[in-house]
């Protein structure tokens, strides 16, 4: 049976600071695991809500990479392509807030099981009939092998198949001039972008994030600026589409652009008009940032309905 939504992902485990302006280079206490990734996250909502999806990826065998499936699985994500690496360790991100909210990550991922996935490994018969693979820059900068199985998706896309890409620029990582020449190849095949603010501007060279989505609308992509806690703006040729966010306390902020992606892709295979899509994904990230974890406050369908229904 063909998948709605399929992702390559730089698999992790989240262990995160309990309170706040405790720098990760000095003791404190920590909570987690979390299953994470910023892809798996788009992908376990994504499923909640209905979509048929699978991640493609590596864990060691271990217990955090038992965590990870374990969320997946219950969620009702296919994780029939996530391969065990004997020897390996799972991938993680240990992560610390500040109160001005700015955070600082500390990835163990390039290598560790995370960075260990080969172009070679993928099933490209089994990803035939995918209707998007979901796609970002984050994966792109953790590993060669990584890059490459992403390339390989790009190169061979099953006919029909189209490409989403969030920049989700990371510079623990690698530096943006690095990452925007990597995706390069993605960006051109991609039907639709998702920036976070700035990552627009800063993937295009233009002076500002609005420029860069009309830059790409105007290439012919669908483009979705996620805009924080201001909710999002769509563009779509000379068509510009603002959805305003929906008021929550904010508890944990990551994970809620890769939320608002999956529940987008979600709201876009169902069919539903541009703005309705916006209004969805607005309402899947707001709630995502009202719990402690990365997956921790992702809505079930029920619970999104019934959010969007109060908040009419
Ligand atoms: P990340 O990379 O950490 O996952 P992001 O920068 O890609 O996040 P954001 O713009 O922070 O993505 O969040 C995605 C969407 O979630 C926003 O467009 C908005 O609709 C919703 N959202 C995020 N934070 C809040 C908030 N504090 N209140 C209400 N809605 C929010
Ligand atoms: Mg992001």
Known sequence: MAYDLVTVSAILCEIMRKELDKPLDKPADFTGPYASGDTPITVNIAAKLGAKTAVIGSVGPDPFGKCFKAQMVSSGVDVSMVKDIPGASTGCAFVCYYSDGSRDFLYHSRHAAAGMTHAEDLDMEK???????????????????????????????????????????????????????????????????????????????????????????????????????????????????????????????TGAGDTFCGAFLTALIEGKPLSECGRFACAAGAMSVRKQGPMEGAPSRAELEAFLKAHS
């Not at 890059?147 to 896309?157: A, G, K, P």
């Not at 198949?161 to 990452?179: A, C, G, K, T």
């Not at 979705?224 to 929906?246: A, D, H, R």
Request: proline content about 6%.
């Open 127 to 253: 990803l035939q009939g995918t209707k998007w693979f979901h796609l970002t820059g984050y994966n792109m900068s953790v590993s060669k092998s990584l890059q490459e199985t992403c390339y390989r998706i790009v190169d061979e896309l099953p006919e029909g198949s189209r490409i989403s890409f969030d920049p989700n620029i990371r510079p623990e990582s690698l530096s943006v001039e690095e990452v925007r020449e990597l995706c390069r190849p993605v960006i051109e095949k991609a039907s639709i972008i998702f920036p976070s603010k700035t990552e627009a501007a800063l993937f295009t060279g233009c002076a500002t994030d609005e420029e860069g989505c009309r830059l790409w609308a105007d290439q012919g992509k669908l483009v979705v600026l996620k805009n924080g806690s201001e909710g999002c703006i769509i563009y779509q040729g000379n068509e510009k589409i603002p959805v305003p966010s929906f008021q929550v306390e904010e508890v944990d902020p």
